[in-house]
């Protein structure tokens, strides 16, 4: 399932979660590929280039739709804060809605990246119009290894490879499966909406 906009059919209304990736790719001033962190080398480096982008749309998982209604009309108490961690190609074989942290068996997590936890979602602020991001500071990962990566999660724990907290949802890029090597970063934009029909 390469994702879904998830509809509130009864009131006319769907909630989407749209989600942005960018890889960029950095060189030497003598125009060769750094695989080193780019902070961490000491040789001088060209300006990065955009290695690829993605596109594309988050299945919100049956537990990510309950914290939604339970933080909204519940009054429950539930977590603010959010992190995104990457999925890994190999070993895949579906997403479902009744994936969890604890159980996901249709695919793994990709821990190619030097950050010491999961990168946070840091939204801009207060929804507004019905929606909210994190385009001002997306979740960035410093690539430190080669990589398939097949696409991404919003999860409330930032732990890498963790199996608590609540998942919201995950998804495949929409491209198609993407390469990543060390010394390349990897930054997430993950937009939440609900609209009206």
């Known amino acids: 399932m390469r994702g879904q906009v998830i509809p509130f059919a009864a009131h006319g209304m769907g909630m989407r979660v749209h989600r942005?990736?960018?890889c960029w790719q950095w060189f030497h001033r003598d125009g060769s590929r750094c695989h080193t962190p780019h902070d961490q080398c000491n040789?001088?480096?060209l300006p990065p280039v955009l290695g690829w982008k993605d596109e594309s749309d988050n299945l919100v998982v049956t537990l990510g739709l309950n914290a939604l209604l339970d933080n909204t009309f519940n009054a429950a108490a539930g977590s603010v804060?959010?992190?995104v961690?990457?999925?890994d190609n190999s070993g895949f074989s579906a997403y479902a809605a009744g994936n969890t942290m604890a159980s996901h068996s249709g695919w793994a997590e990709s821990v190619v990246y030097s950050n010491a936890t999961r990168p946070a979602w840091t939204k801009n602020g207060a929804a507004s119009g019905g929606a909210m991001s994190n385009s001002s500071s997306k979740a960035s990962f410093t690539i430190n290894n080669t990589a398939t990566i097949r696409?991404?999660?919003l999860t409330s724990d930032n732990v890498k490879s963790g199996t608590d907290g609540t998942l919201f949802g995950a998804a495949d890029f929409t491209g198609g499966n993407r390469s990543v090597v060390s010394g390349d970063t990897l930054n997430g934009q993950i937009d939440l909406s609900v609209t009206a029909a």
């Open 151 to 153: 696409g991404s999660f």
């Open 43 to 45: 040789r001088e480096h």
């Open 20 to 22: 942005i990736f960018t």
């Open 81 to 83: 804060n959010w992190y």
């Open 85 to 87: 961690g990457l999925v």
